[in-house]
């Protein structure tokens, strides 16, 4: 029987103790002796967070496959936790075999939003790893991060050994095995840095310097050691396909954010949208094979026992084998009291007749992310979505029977007006008029119309990379705007609005487009006392700011500025296929108010097609 | 067709609670493909009910649910499929027919369980099984009883049915299920007090070992393990 890292005292005083114990359904289990490599994947939030990321499980199993390797996972412990371990100087452990993450040969950690920074501190601190790259040794695990965030790594470059730059699953084996090798040959940490940095994909930031103008702006970025490249390029899975999927995927006791099977169609998205950091990043759009789709879930349903399966994707209504896919789905599984959800599904016709099949219409709402208000708005953000389109969806869903509608909104966007502030309001009155355009007798009571707004934070790598951000009081100034207007509404009792908190967006915009600079700064509110930023209830805006200011950095530096546009990003020294050229041109276009097509209508020439396939590109071949 | 299904749980297993051992069920249900019912209406849930929650950190060697099937499944067989679909901690004993009738679900013929209690070596006077067995002879044992809505004075003599030393633990078999139930961490409370020492300090682990039916009369208990009830299921007409 497995031993626990924690004594029972300490699980039954603490909240879900299950966080904190593995042995889950499909956890494995291997003899430490019997590999070569341990590694340590790490999700840095709570547990019921982590778990439901499906990165990790696709790389846990991709690990786990090698007979050379066994991957452990970490998640961070809550804030009742954490207090007990450093009390109690408890380091953290892994869940499987209930090691501590220090004898780990790897500690990988994915970085999937700029506010768990500083729980990537704590991962290390409670794990007694030093928190500075070039302060451990050859006997610290090495540290490696990935995911969305590391096209911007210079945040948290001095933190980190190595940072891969791309999807997991192309050039893990290569680096396992010059690891492997640099072991047998009794190599240095440094030495095995050397070698991985010439690896694809690979970026060593300890072998980077940055030097800065007098304003701040980056001057001049580039390799101190001959074994770095300049350039580091993406990296990404050309045959999704075949690409590695846990067919097996682990099952939590307690019930994660994400309690079902995942299944992801596709990768990338043919939209275009200039905010979309995603859109981006994962071009070229590539789908999987439907017919491999259906083994997988049935396969996945079979290994797992979830009564839920969900399809994954930037924008499911895109992949062109939709129909085929969910009408198995349905037929297969739907009479076995399995439930199917399809999130990020464009409203017509097709979407819901198969959403009145599968859900409780009285009980479901329906949700339209137009993003903005106005169509001259939408058309900035290339949202191609139009008024007509989102009315149209409603009225068939109304006369459909739902009554409940969501609504997507940002604030913030580069060049709004107040006017675009206000349509906000006005367009979900109009759904709402759509609604009571029904006869009474037909309808089921009033509607209920629920519009939310986030603040826009620009992201690396997106046309909307120059644009200022705002004052946390200005944001406010402008939900309070469309609030105003949402009362002056027609059927203002049938709407509701909610609107996000600004001062974690000013923060999130300083981490996504900060320099090395910004590393001093997490550390700071770290030792300060920051953990969990992204909840609400353990989020202290006053000591980030305090944090701000012991360091003598300048927030405004960071956000409202307007970057040049010959400005040199930190972020540059990545090659994400799409080119700068390509991101300029969208954001003048964008400035003018003109729309891109997306990439199966044309193709605009972004760069992707340099991977050498992809919808974009199979369509032209 | 209904049945009753006996398993044990230990180890890590003890730090998951009652409703996530319920959720984990439902999905060995689907992973053993166990024909199990389904409610009707538009969010169908699996027909399953389960005798008496155990508390966080308790081990059990006898804990039981209920289920109704759409069509019978050898029990042998079942036993063997759902332990495949187990994780380590958790392990089915039996899976036995009961009578079909809605009074005898375990839930609501539970009467009685039984607990082995251990304390931490040298924690507990030496003289304790000859004071164990003063305190059992009271015919009175007070304690306060808090509940999340109010705590009152109770006297749990009645629903002690057995206490008495085994090697260095505790036994004892107490009043479970919905008319009267009793914990064993009470009645070592209720002890400790009568030793005059107080519970704050001591360790307990508590194993649960059986639990029971009575099917004797108002005048004499007659307890009956609950899978005792239940018939093996050999044979199956598809």
């Not at chain 1, 017919?291 to 399809?311: F, Y």
């Not at chain 1, 609400?536 to 012991?550: C, G, K, R, Y």
């Amino acid at each position: 029987m497995r031993k626990l890292a924690l004594e029972d005292e300490i699980l039954l005083n603490i909240e879900k103790p299950a966080r904190y114990i593995g042995g889950e359904l499909n956890a494995v289990m291997k003899k430490q002796e019997e590999t070569d490599i341990h590694f340590a994947i790490c999700f840095p939030d709570v547990y019921e967070v982590g778990m439901s990321h499906l990165g990790i499980q696709i790389l846990y199993d991709m690990f786990n496959k090698r007979s050379d390797v066994w991957c452990e996972r970490v998640y961070s412990p809550w804030t009742d936790l954490d207090k007990i371990m450093r009390e109690r100087e408890i380091p953290l452990f892994s869940l499987e075999s209930q090691t501590p993450v220090r004898e780990f040969d790897f500690l990988g950690i994915t970085i999937q939003f700029e506010m768990c920074y500083t729980n990537i501190l704590q991962v290390l601190d409670l794990s007694k790893i030093p928190l500075h790259a070039k302060e451990r040794q050859d006997k610290d695990p090495i540290v490696i991060g990935g995911g969305p965030c590391t096209y911007n790594p210079e945040p948290l470059a001095e933190f980190f050994d190595l940072f891969y730059i791309g999807e997991g699953e192309t050039v893990y084996d290569t680096l396992f095995d010059v690891y492997k090798q640099c072991r047998r040959e009794g190599r240095t940490r440094t030495e095995f840095l050397e070698r991985a940095a010439r690896i694809e994909g690979i970026y060593v930031p300890q072998f980077y310097e940055a030097e800065y103008n007098e304003d701040g702006t980056l001057a001049a970025f580039y390799p101190t050691n001959p074994h770095a490249p300049s350039v580091v390029k993406k990296q990404i899975v050309m045959d999704v396909t075949h690409a590695p999927y846990p067919e097996a995927p682990v099952v939590p006791f307690i019930k994660a954010v994400q309690d079902r099977v995942v299944l992801e169609i596709q990768r990338g998205c043919i939209r275009g949208c200039r905010f979309c950091q995603a859109g981006m990043l994962y071009r070229p759009t590539r789908e999987r094979d439907v017919e491999h789709l259906k083994q997988l879930a049935k396969k996945m349903l079979k290994n797992t026992g979830h009564e839920e399966i969900s399809l994954s994707s930037l924008s499911s209504s895109d992949y062109s084998k939709l129909k085929e896919l969910v009408s198995f789905l349905i037929d297969e599984f739907h009479e076995k009291g399995i439930n199917i959800s399809l999130p990020s599904l464009r409203i017509d016709a097709f979407s819901l007749d198969v959403m009145k099949k599968v859900q409780d219409i009285r009980k479901s709402s329906l949700t339209f992310a137009p993003e903005a208000g106005s169509q001259r708005m939408r058309n900035v953000i290339n949202k191609g979505l139009t008024e007509e389109m989102i009315l149209e969806g409603a009225g068939q869903a109304f006369e459909g029977g739902w009554t409940k509608v969501k609504l997507y909104f940002m604030l913030g966007l580069p060049t709004e007006t107040e006017d675009d502030m206000k349509e906000i309001a006005r367009l979900s009155d109009k759904v709402a008029r759509r609604y009571y355009e029904i006869p009474k007798e037909q309808r089921h009571g009033k509607c209920q119309i629920t519009a939310s707004s986030s603040f826009f934070v620009p992201k690396p790598f997106t046309p909307f990379q120059w644009a200022p951000m705002l004052t946390s009081s200005e944001y406010m100034h402008r939900a309070a705007v469309v609030n105003q207007e949402f009362k002056e509404q027609l059927n203002r009792k049938s709407l509701k609005y909610n609107w996000h908190d600004a001062q974690v967006t000013v923060l999130e915009g300083v981490m996504a487009r900060g320099d090395r600079k910004i590393g001093r700064v997490i550390e700071e509110a770290y030792r300060l006392g920051c953990l969990y930023d992204s909840w609400t209830e353990s989020f202290h805006n006053e000591l980030w700011m305090q944090a701000f200011e012991n360091t003598g950095t300048d927030i405004a530096f960071y956000t409202l500025r307007e970057r040049d546009e010959k400005e040199r990003f930190p972020w540059e020294f990545i090659d994400i296929g799409v080119t700068r050229g390509f991101l300029r041109k969208e954001w003048e276009r964008a400035m003018k108010g003109e729309i891109t097509l997306n990439c199966k209508e044309k193709c605009s020439g972004c760069g992707a097609a340099s991977f050498g396939g992809g919808v974009c590109f199979e369509s032209k071949n | 067709m209904k049945a009753r299904i006996k398993f044990r749980k230990y180890g890590a297993m003890r730090f998951i609670g009652h409703l996530d051992v319920m959720r984990f069920f439902q999905k060995v249900m689907r992973r053993a493909e166990i024909p199990i019912a389904f409610t009707g209406g538009f969010s169908p849930h699996m027909i399953m009910s389960f005798a008496n929650p155990l508390g966080i950190g308790l081990s059990s060697d006898g804990e039981y649910f209920d289920i109704e099937l759409k069509e019978p499944i050898e029990s042998k067989e079942a036993v063997r499929r759902m332990n495949e679909a187990c994780v380590e901690g958790i392990e089915v004993i039996s899976f036995k027919k009961i009578a079909d009738e809605k009074k005898m679900t375990g839930m609501t013929i539970l009467a009685a369980a039984d607990y082995l209690t251990s304390v931490a070596a040298g924690q507990l006077p030496a003289d304790w099984t000859k004071q164990l067995t003063s305190f059992y002879s009271q015919p009175e044992i007070w304690i306060l009883k808090q509940t999340k809505r109010s705590e009152r004075e109770v006297n749990i003599r009645p629903l002690i049915y057995r206490l008495e030393p085994q090697e260095d633990k505790i036994y004892m078999q107490v009043a479970a299920g919905s008319k009267e139930n009793v914990k064993p961490g009470l009645v070592m409370e209720a002890f400790l007090n009568f030793l005059k020492l107080s519970p704050k300090e001591f360790k307990f682990f508590h194993h649960r070992m059986e639990m029971y039916a009575d099917t004797g009369d108002e005048k004499e208990k007659k307890l009956v393990a609950l899978e005792a009830l239940g018939k093996d299921i050999t044979q199956t007409y598809a």
